[in-house]
């Protein structure tokens, strides 16, 4: 994954509303949920839910397909956990920054 894919990733993460329904949907994996039962789940609204949920299906962090003509979307799991995974690899737990940077930070300030 290149830095710009885990920016774009990332920053699709930015709103509140994406990150309850990828919650939600990683609660149900790998059973797929339409926008009705998301809507429930979440306590948002069905519209916004479609719009927010189209935008992680963008991003790659949520698939879609048809069930029984409806669309149901489930957690692409893989591509979720090699976002974190990179995240963690690279800012783990306890992450400190440079002192260096730290430094020249405080400097500026």
Known sequence: MDTREI???LGSLSIEERVQIINCLLDCSPQSLTVVEIAGAT????????K???ALVGAELVSSKSV????????NAKMVRDLFDY???Q????????PIHTDSEAAHK
């Not at 029984?68 to 957690?75: L, P, T």
């Not at 783990?92 to 440079?98: A, S």
């Open 68 to 75: 029984d003509g409806e669309k149901a979307y489930a957690v």
């Open 7 to 9: 920016a774009r990733r």
């Open 91 to 98: 800012f783990g737990p306890g992450f400190q920054p440079d």
């Open 43 to 50: 306590h948002l609204g069905a519209p916004a839910v479609h």
């Open 52 to 54: 927010q949920v189209e």
């Open 87 to 89: 995240m963690y690899h």
